[in-house]
């Protein structure tokens, strides 16, 4: 197995939890070198890697396969652009870019210099939407008739990272969390033919939206996506309604918290939910409804970098297409555009 060697863009947040340990955890890759304006944390964790202080290195260095753009989103674009340049394969964080147009610059550079290209919309491998999927595609439920996802948290305090505080372009709630459920709805249901969205900000002196509903209009049925940063109690995380019946799951995915702890990737019981989250299926069933607990599917984000390899290596199709995360981005402009000017916006 020919390793594939690997550099992240920063070690904050995302590279500490998200990216690093899958990629040291999997044999088809080299976690090589890390990008650190100012410090040197990775090394700590990871001895034998390469710490540097500028892009530049990491582009001018021909043993360098893959780069992570784990930047703050509004440098997605520009980093991006001169990795692909320089003839590197590229992951991109979630959210892809900040505008469409510049996700369509990317997607048709990478044509041109036949690089791979893909988007870090992990939340596909959580345990309760792969849960979710496995019931809505088994069509238990009958015809959808609406679903609501939630992404709450209880926050009052503003981001001690003020890139996420400043009332720029890609930043707010809609861009980070919304573009999770934003991709998961896109998964399931496609591409709606229409989109409202509210956006406000509670927080205390918040200069960025921490509040959303946005409304995906679909042509038998309409999906409400939701997140506050004032939600102390959990809620249901997914509800499902359809003709025959519902289903109601909570947001339950532990790789989050194993990964704070230091768990390693796919060690005994990575990414097993508790019994107690198991979803509620309440249905038509051989004649009566019934109830019935739905045993949760097992996250495991692993799965795209073993995506990555294969793409890489294999010639196989990325594990999130760039046209899928373009489509986030759209949803995510329609709804914005919807919040300014308070009408539905048609797609």
């Not at 939890?17 to 964790?45: M, Q, S, T």
């Not at 988007?119 to 496995?134: E, I």
């Not at 861009?175 to 509210?198: E, K, N, R, T, W």
């Amino acid at each position: 197995m020919k390793q594939i060697r690997t550099a992240l863009c920063s070690y904050g947040m995302s590279g500490h939890l998200f990216h690093a340990p899958f990629i040291e955890a999997n044999p088809g890759f080299e976690l090589y070198a890390v990008w650190e304006r100012n410090k040197d944390v990775a090394v700590k964790k990871y001895p034998k890697i390469k710490t540097v202080r500028n892009l530049e290195d990491l582009l001018m260095d021909d043993s360098i396969e893959l780069i992570i753009v784990n930047t703050p989103n509004i440098t997605h674009f520009e980093f991006a652009k001169q990795i692909i340049e320089a003839g590197k394969h590229l992951v991109i964080e979630k959210p892809f870019a900040v505008t469409g147009n510049q996700c369509h610059e990317l997607i048709e550079l990478a044509a041109k210099y036949h690089v791979m290209l893909s988007v870090y919309h992990n939340r596909r491998w959580d345990s309760d939407f792969k849960t979710v999927q496995r019931v809505y595609n088994s069509g238990v439920l009958g015809e959808l008739v609406d679903a609501e996802f939630h992404y709450d948290r209880y926050e009052s305090n503003l981001s001690y990272k003020t890139h996420k505080e400043k009332p720029t372009l890609g930043v707010g709630s809609l861009y980070d969390l919304g573009s999770h459920l934003i991709d998961q709805a896109l998964v399931l249901f496609g591409m709606p033919a229409s989109v409202y969205g509210y956006l406000d900000a509670f927080r205390d002196k918040s200069q960025v939206a921490d509040y959303f509903d946005v409304k995906l209009y679909y042509k038998e049925f309409v999906v409400t996506l939701k997140s506050s940063y004032f939600v102390k109690e959990p809620q249901a995380a997914y509800i499902l309604n359809g003709k025959n019946g519902s289903f109601i799951k909570s947001k339950a995915d532990i790789q989050e918290a194993q990964l704070q702890k230091e768990i390693a990737p796919n060690t005994i019981n990575w990414g097993k939910e508790p019994a107690s989250e198991q979803g509620l299926l309440h249905v038509l069933k051989d004649g009566p409804f019934k109830k019935e607990k739905v045993p949760t599917e097992v996250g495991n984000y692993a799965s795209f970098y073993n995506g990555i390899y294969d793409s890489i290596r294999n010639n196989q199709p990325v594990p999130v297409l760039p046209e899928e995360a373009l489509n986030v981005i759209v949803v995510i402009e329609a709804a914005i555009k919807s919040n300014q000017e308070k009408k539905v916006i048609n797609l």
